[in-house]
């Protein structure tokens, strides 16, 4: 009889500890279905913007603005990753300049993660750059913006020196802590 019920009391917890990894990849699953299926965002959908931090972000000959992405679309959108960043003239012709994915000066990296916006939610990202002299100085008016997984990008004002191009940005994330 002891042995029947030991039995049973192991047949009840291994089915109790079925259901619950049953249950909990259930969930996981569809958490991970409900991402896979929102679609990605796009430029079509997206606005571009940079927020002065002034005073955190400058010094030791570096600047730094967040860089701000919000669903403008009428539905839900995925982010993921780091944004691809160019250097424009007044002219609008691309200038010479070189993208930096990681930690900033000013912030560190978050690393990649997928970021699901509702319309009118933001994502961002800390962009830092040098202004000291440098063996190039180049003097943009505009930076282009492509988001993760676009091969069209977003141009905003960006009326800045930039020493040798190089421009250094973090992954987006729903917030960038900031010292």
Known sequence: MRNTLRKATAAAFAATALTASTMLTGAQTASAASADATPTCRTTGLRASLADTDP???????????????????????????????LEDAEHHPLASQTHWGSTYFAQ??????????????AEADLAWAV????????????????????????????????????????????????
């Open 56 to 86: 955190t972000q400058a010094g030791m000959s570096h600047r730094g603005k967040l860089l701000r992405l919000t669903n403008t679309s009428g539905h839900a959108c995925a982010l993921r990753g780091y944004p691809g960043l160019g």
């Open 109 to 122: 990296d978050p690393g990649k993660q997928t970021l699901l916006l509702g319309p009118g939610q933001s």
């Open 132 to 179: 000291a002299d440098g063996t190039r100085v180049v003097n943009a008016s505009y930076l282009e913006i492509t988001p993760p997984a676009s091969t069209t990008h977003l141009t905003v004002p960006f009326p800045e020196r930039v020493t040798n191009g190089d421009l250094s940005v973090t992954a987006l994330a729903y917030r960038i802590s900031l010292p």
